[in-house]
Nanobody
Framework: QVQLVESGGGLVQPGGSLRLSCAAS????????MGWYRQAPGKERELVAV???????NYADSVKGRFTISRDNAKSTLYLQMNSLKPEDTAVYCC?????????WGQGTQVTVSS
């Protein structure tokens, strides 16, 4: 099993930045893909970014060039650096991890972009 705990969300003005963290309960050396998803009110959950165990990344078109996903296996932590934030980025952001064929989810952290 893997427990995931997100942090770093909050209220930020348009154009601002936030860095989300997702701490895993076991070494991320053992975890395959990890990713960030988000869900805005009244909308379905959508993929934001994923990173494989080898470091390959993939992003939603809406965040390319603004967001950066990374993982620090020594700290068992996944990150999402979010720059040039827009009001439409407002959502609950959740991390997930694929471990031995099972997908685990964190509880999520709220990101609100508003002036």
């Amino acid at each position: 099993q893997v427990q995931l705990v997100e942090s770093g969300g909050g209220l930020v003005q348009p154009g601002g930045s936030l860095r989300l963290s997702c701490a895993a309960s076991r070494s991320t050396f053992d975890i395959n893909d990890m990713g960030w998803y988000r869900q805005a009110p009244g909308k379905e959950r959508e993929l934001v970014a994923v990173i494989t165990s080898s470091g390959s990344t993939n992003y939603a078109d809406s965040v390319k060039g603004r967001f950066t996903i990374s993982r620090d296996n020594a700290k068992s932590t996944l990150y999402l650096q979010m720059n040039s934030l827009k009001p439409e980025d407002t959502a609950v952001y959740c991390c997930n991890a694929v471990y031995w064929g099972f997908t685990y989810w964190g509880q999520g952290t709220q990101v609100t972009v508003s002036s």
